[in-house]
């Protein structure tokens, strides 16, 4: 497969089968994914006048595109625990692009992800179109953010923060920043939000690189497509549901972030063995 230098994955070493699996897997994916973002907008036109900022509907279609891809990729999902009812937020350990398919096939969810992202090639266009919500790391900004936040959950929709800030290798969860988890301690939320901490574990096949489905560093995206597309035997991925705890038991957002890496950190270990 792949040659992998400090972090940096090179352009695959692909055969003939690979190729092939490039082709049949990629020519079904594109047109899953891309038919299904055409009829998501189409539906929205219809969602936006009779709901407004709630979405009853387009997120079963994430969902679904999601569900499609994970089988096109060939990967195992397993999934422990369940979704939390109820008003409330989650937060995951982050791996890669492949996270958006993994979070959204277990559950209806909407991303929350720095401004960087909505300029990115192909991801960000399909992020702003699912409702993700963008945040950028401006102090000034920071009040009129949570205030975003405290609109979206209101209305109902489950957003997923990746505490770590950035992605990892898959075989590590990298320290938690608190930041984000202010947003969650304003007056009106506080007393009534949960958060649950979500663990999302990477399972290479045998005889590759453990750190395969991991996108982190100068990494390029298409380079890394093309790695997974290719890759056979696949491996799998292992969502892990946590109970979800009451923000209000928590004295603060650091003391809240600290508890939800521990559980996370705790569980991804175990996990890998």
Same mark, same amino acid.
């Given at each position: 497969?792949?040659?992998?230098?400090? =972090?940096? %994955?090179?352009?695959? @070493?692909?055969? +003939?089968?690979?190729?092939?699996?490039?082709?049949?897997?990629?020519?079904?994916?594109?047109?899953?994914?891309?038919?299904?973002?055409?009829?998501?907008?189409l539906l929205r036109l219809v969602e936006w006048p009779l709901f407004g900022a709630r979405r009853?509907?387009?997120?079963?279609?994430?969902?679904?595109?999601?569900?499609a891809a994970i089988a096109i990729l060939g990967l195992r999902l397993t999934v422990r625990g369940r979704p939390m009812e109820g008003l409330g937020a989650v937060v995951a350990n982050?791996?890669?692009w492949m996270d958006i398919f993994a979070l959204n096939a277990v559950q209806r969810i909407y991303f929350v992800a720095k401004s960087e992202v909505a300029g990115w090639a192909?991801?960000?266009?399909?992020?702003?179109?699912? =409702?993700t %919500?963008?945040?950028? @790391?401006?102090? +000034?900004?920071?009040?009129?953010?949570?205030?975003?936040v405290e609109l979206r959950l209101r209305a109902g929709h489950r957003l997923l923060f990746f505490p770590e800030g950035t992605s990892s290798d898959a075989l590590r969860v990298l320290p938690f920043k608190s930041t984000l988890f202010a947003a969650f301690f304003t007056p009106d939320l506080r007393p009534l939000l949960q958060i649950q901490p979500v663990t999302v574990v990477y399972h290479a096949p045998p005889d590759h690189d453990p750190r395969l489905y991991g996108w982190w560093g100068d990494m390029a995206?298409?380079?890394?497509?093309?790695?997974v597309l290719a890759t056979s035997p696949q491996g799998g991925v292992e969502v892990i549901f946590h109970?979800?705890?009451?923000?209000?038991?928590?004295?603060?957002?650091?003391?809240?972030?600290?508890?939800?890496?521990?559980?996370?950190?705790?569980?991804?270990?175990?996990?890998r063995g």
């Open positions: 497969m792949s040659d992998w230098l400090s =972090g940096r %994955l090179v352009v695959p @070493r692909i055969g +003939g089968a690979g190729w092939l699996r490039v082709v049949l897997r990629g020519g079904l994916l594109g047109p899953v994914v891309y038919g299904g973002l055409a009829l998501h907008l009853p509907i387009t997120p079963w279609i994430t969902q679904g595109v999601c569900r982050h791996a890669g192909g991801i960000g266009w399909l992020a702003r179109a699912t =409702g %919500l963008f945040i950028t @790391r401006k102090t +000034g900004l920071a009040q009129a953010q949570a205030a975003e995206f298409a380079p890394h497509l093309l790695q109970p979800p705890v009451e923000v209000s038991d928590f004295p603060d957002r650091k003391a809240l972030a600290a508890y939800c890496e521990a559980v996370i950190r705790h569980a991804h270990v175990a996990a």
